[in-house]
DNA sequence: TGGGATTATATGGGCGTCAATGGGTATATG
DNA sequence: CATATACCCATTGACGCCCATATAATCCCA
């Protein structure tokens, strides 16, 4: 499996390591297993996170933009000065930044929601909530999802 | 990583020094990890910095440009007479020129932001105004930064 | 197939190393 | 000779690496 999946949930301890899920480890590319990029995510209070692979796709998407262009310095500034990279250590943590902590009301246990290509950091219980309104919403709006669940291809 | 990514606030001591961020030394290719250019920003009241192999980039950029037209000139004189060269000593501090300093308004302390293929320096607290603003100009524009995130290739 | 044995994962903690910072002194440069 | 800059050494706190353990998952063989 090359995706992001699943939800766990896992401790902060004194040092401020928190294990990164094992099945998220697996997602890494082996070259760059040791390193993750984290982000504050811009829809919810929650940090976002994935692979230095895709950050390098976007330096080159950013890249081709018109280097003299605000444009280019809105993107810039905001993609690669709010990002941060952080180590993962033999035995699978790393360190939350403590502005990004303070972002996702995250103290003493964090949780891990699987997106896919990426995955999202949140505090327990609000990650559990924003579970729970997702999936009204859409069930609600989108009828559809019964359909794209069940359908065989 | 091989990237300028992420932000860091240094202090500036009593000789003018200060650290260029540990992250941002290894960004440095190893033939030339202690020397490093910088330049007044054309588009902010920051310092620009990146290593001598940008140089290169940079040319290519402005080569782009019209020749005949007046911003050829214009960019060329801003960035290439502007530029000056600066040595990282063994403990990776360097100086910051005091014309610089002047321009950007930094005192005793300074912002490294990361902008990718080369960073940003800042006094502290206009840095991180700028980023609110790019950032608030990113979230209103169409194109969405959302976009360029999570958009797969 | 049951159940002990091996392996993996999450977590805890010691300790050495490195990064950021301060300061003394030699060297250079005009 | 005066000022600026490079080199060397020191300090402190943070972080990485190593080792340890408990629980859970997996395996393997009788």
Redesign the pocket.
């Known amino acids: 499996m090359d995706l992001f999946v699943s939800k766990?949930f896992?401790?902060i301890?004194?040092?401020?390591r928190?294990?990164?899920?094992?099945s998220f480890?697996?997602v890494l590319p082996k070259a760059n297993k040791?390193e993750i990029i984290l982000y504050k995510s811009i829809k919810s209070q929650s940090i976002e996170g994935c692979g230095v692979g895709r950050l390098k796709e976007i330096a080159k998407r950013i890249n081709n933009l018109d280097f003299f262009s605000e444009d280019y310095d809105d993107f810039s500034t905001s993609i690669f000065s709010e990002i941060v990279t952080?180590?993962v250590?033999?035995?699978?943590?790393f360190?939350i930044p403590e502005e990004f902590k303070l972002y996702a009301g995250i103290k003493t246990e964090a949780a891990f929601f699987g997106q896919g290509h990426f995955f999202q950091i949140w505090e327990p219980k609000q990650g559990l909530k924003n579970t729970e309104v997702s999936r009204r919403r859409l069930l609600k709006e989108k009828k559809s999802l019964r359909m794209m669940l069940t359908q065989q291809k």
Do not use: A, H, Q, V
């Not at 301890?13 to 401020?16: L, P, Q, S, T």
């Not at 928190?18 to 094992?22: A, F, G, T, V």
């Not at 250590?89 to 943590?93: A, L, S």
């Open positions: 766990y896992n401790k301890d004194k040092k401020g928190i294990s990164l899920p094992s480890r697996n040791n952080t180590n250590d033999k035995e699978g943590r360190l």
